[in-house]
């Protein structure tokens, strides 16, 4: 008999830690046998969610250690909210943390990259920036103006050469090249007409995008990109950008 | 009851852009998982936007754990009033069964005992939804492995005291009920007899799979069995025409193999209003 509320409770409890764990179930549970339908489900399924979320991290170590990954991870960090689409932003710092970074160095940032692309597709709605709108700014103005990231943007750099690994990494591709693992790389992720764009960044555009994004003036984010890289060609990076809708409003 | 009527779709994202489509396949209605849609923004939103403009929405939800004994999460019911203001749902639904636990969410809909205890829980939570949403759910009979030492009350008592006590609705998976009937040595007729019919205000159909020790599991993958489609007409014997949902989750057909299981669907459905029509 469950006397209460607090007996019902402490069953949940015992029941939902069993189900991470490998342990027996609380021994209300009448077949502990059938017990483990409901782990299976809960570990696969949230394993699953996790492969769909870093399908390109799965394809670099392989499906089995990826759900070895998968296992530990829910089992460390299992979701605090019931939103799927939600779960996995802790995956790279705790790929980052593990073994698996001490030889593949370059895989949590990859994992970065693959977090920052799902938080694209799933980010608000909202105007983009129009380029004839800054134009039309005295020169004074648009110096001092503040360019800010559309919701769907994100900047994700890495001593890592993460998008020609993304690149390489994807399905249609079967006979992966080798990757000089030296380049650094800056990916701008951008989402336009429903579509998510990842773009690789020349360093002196990085510089530009990474002191826009940190709230730098538009004056002073252009001489970030030209100390970065003396040929940063602005009107060239400035016109990609409204294209591919980088800043919002 | 409600303004659904006919055999609607599980919407899965798969099927999603064919729907949006202007020579779409006309579909009566349409149930989505309502945490698969709980983003800011984005293509999937603005999908089930343009599909929900011309298609009547059921939001079936499956992270509300109306069994917790630690009551709802707010956070959460915040989020899906955002979204039922986004679709305007027909009618919305949830599961006789819980997922969280100390803020932990397990993805699944896990069974509890069935007791004067956990009775209140239920009904205090089911009651606390409905004055937060401000309209009447409707509580899905769940599919189980496993049964607990502790319950004292039959699931269809269960289910009959909750409605007397929040005026909820019930949403009969018939599936769940076979699967159940199977896996607790129960009866799935005499379920069928003792659930309140008249709270039944939408049915489920899907398919189960056979595991190991002859356990059914209730895997969503396959086209609906042919003991869940002759309990599906029993049923509407009692309830009378209800709004039927075909599900199907995981190993997802295409759509026109959906729209031949609906068409069963209908035509058993369209056979128990002819019958009822007799009988009157």
Redesign the interface.
């Known amino acids: 008999m469950l006397p209460d509320d607090v007996t019902f409770a402490r069953l949940q409890r015992d029941f939902g830690s069993a189900l991470l764990s490998g342990g027996a179930p609380p021994p209300e549970v009448s077949a502990t046998e059938r017990f483990e339908i409901y782990r299976y489900t809960v570990q696969a399924s949230l394993a699953e969610v996790l492969a769909a979320a870093f399908p390109v991290t799965q394809r670099i170590i392989g499906v089995s250690a990826f759900d070895a990954l998968a296992r530990d991870f829910i089992a460390a960090a299992p979701p605090n909210v019931p939103q799927l689409s939600a779960y996995g932003s802790g995956l790279p710092a705790f790929i980052a943390a593990g073994g698996l970074a001490d030889v593949l160095p370059y895989l949590p940032d990859v994992a970065r990259l693959e977090w920052a692309r799902g938080e694209s597709y799933f980010a608000a709605d909202a105007p983009f920036l129009d380029i004839a709108k800054l134009a039309t700014l005295p020169p004074s103005k648009m110096e001092a103006a503040v360019l800010v990231p559309h919701p769907a943007t994100r900047l994700v750099p890495s001593r890592y050469p993460i998008h020609r690994i993304w690149t390489v990494n994807q399905p249609e591709i079967t006979d992966v090249p080798r990757v000089d693992m030296s380049m650094a790389e800056t990916v701008l992720i951008t989402r336009r007409d429903s579509y998510v764009k990842l773009r690789l960044l020349l360093p002196g555009d990085a510089a530009f995008i990474a002191a826009c994004f940190a709230g730098k003036t538009f004056g002073a984010s252009a001489e970030a990109g030209l100390e970065k890289d003396s040929a940063f060609d602005l009107q060239a990076a400035l016109q990609v950008h409204f294209l591919d809708g980088t800043f919002g409003e | 009851m409600s303004a659904l009527t006919g055999v609607g779709l599980g919407l899965r994202t798969p099927h999603m852009v064919p729907l949006a489509a202007p020579d779409a396949p006309s579909v009566p209605w349409l149930e989505i998982h309502s ?2 849609f ?9 999908l089930l936007h343009a599909i929900a403009e011309r298609t009547p929405i059921s939001c079936h939800g ?4 109306l069994g ?3 009551g709802l ?1 707010k ?2 019911i915040a ?1 899906l009033k955002v979204l039922f203001a986004r679709v305007k749902p027909a009618l919305i639904s949830e599961h006789l069964s ?11 809909l ?4 069935y ?1 004067q ?2 009775l ?2 239920f009904a205090r939570n089911v009651s606390d939804a409905q004055d937060a949403f401000g309209r009447q759910m409707l509580v899905e009979n769940p599919s189980l ?6 319950s ?1 009350l039959s699931e269809p008592d269960f289910l009959g005291a909750l409605v007397e006590r929040t005026g909820c609705g019930l949403l009969l998976d018939i599936n769940n009920v076979h699967v159940s009937a199977a ?1 607790t040595g129960c009866d799935a007729t005499g379920y069928l007899r003792a659930i309140p019919a008249e709270a039944v205000g939408e049915i489920h159909l899907a398919g189960h799979s056979t ?1 190991a ?1 002859g ?1 059914l ?1 209730d895997t969503h993958n396959t086209a609906v069995s042919a003991p869940v489609w002759t309990l599906y007409a029993e049923a509407l014997r009692r309830t009378g025409p209800r709004p039927t949902l075909i599900e199907w989750d995981r190993d997802i057909p295409a759509l026109d193999v959906l729209m031949r299981e609906a068409a069963t669907a209908q035509r058993i459905l369209d056979t128990s209003i002819a019958e009822r029509a007799r009988v009157a």
């Not at chain 2, 499956?62 to 754990?65: M, P, Q, T």
């Not at chain 2, 492995?145 to 502790?150: I, N």
């Open positions: 945490e698969n709980l983003c800011d923004g984005g293509p999937r939103l603005a499956v992270g509300l754990s917790s004994a630690e999460d956070a959460h989020r819980w997922s969280v636990t100390g803020g932990v969410y397990l993805n699944d896990l069974p509890f005992p007791t205890t956990t209140d829980v492995y496993l049964t607990f030492a502790g004292t896996n595991g020790d356990v599991i």
